[in-house]
């Protein structure tokens, strides 16, 4: 007899989730996608790079996250004299 007043417990709960529209399928297609698992982050420095792909990235950290290599600085830093 308790196991058929769980069940129908389960049931009633069930069907009043149902009522007001919460649901496993309703609840993961509301959700907003998830962020990548391992976000590049950089700092927002200005020190432009031009990589093979003939891209300019704003820096060496946003070459690398789209993975470009062998990238060079695409203006030469000013040489300081003694």
């Not at 399928?25 to 982050?41: H, I, K, W």
């Amino acid at each position: 007899m308790r196991k058929l007043v769980q069940v129908g417990k389960v049931a009633v709960v069930a069907g009043l989730l149902a009522a007001v529209g919460v649901g496993v399928s309703t609840a993961s297609a509301a959700r907003p996608p998830r962020p990548p698992v391992n976000p590049c982050l950089c700092i927002d420095v200005y020190m432009p790079v031009l990589c093979p792909n003939g891209v300019v990235y704003s820096n060496s950290c946003y070459a690398g996250c789209a993975g470009q290599t062998n990238c060079v600085p695409l203006y030469d830093p000013p040489v300081e004299e003694l």
